[in-house]
């Protein structure tokens, strides 16, 4: 993760570097939350470089500019973590679910540094807390 938000999760390490399975890659599945609907679904990568927020209630008021973070049901990452913002949300007739698109919080082509959380947090607040201290202490001289 970043200050911004949510990366990907870590597949694969070896003493020098690790293999990360970004946010936006096919492959991928976070349990995400649309925090002014408080609507759960699954955030999958795409074949675009993007992601989508997969199985949002018919019923559903989400609409495009609403943030999705991570719930924290499955306990990969903690709940309240930033992934990204609705930019299009797809409600076709017939169909169980609605699904919307979301553009990733953190820009993954310009990337210099992310924290790697090797235990679990209680909730995002404590890791946020966590990179506050962090980036604090690199300010100091």
Known sequence: MTPAGVVGRIVKTNSTSSVVLLVTDPNNAIAGVVQRTRDEGIVEGTSHGRARLKYIPLLSRVQAGDRVVTSGLTGAFPRGLAIGGLT???????????????????????????????????????????????RGDRKKP
């Open 88 to 134: 299009q949300v797809e409600k076709s007739e017939g169909d169980l679910f609605q699904s919307a698109e979301i553009e990733p919080e953190v820009d993954l082509s310009k990337l210099d540094e992310v924290l790697i959380i090797t235990a679990p947090y209680e909730d995002a607040d404590s890791a946020q807390k966590l990179l506050q201290e962090i």
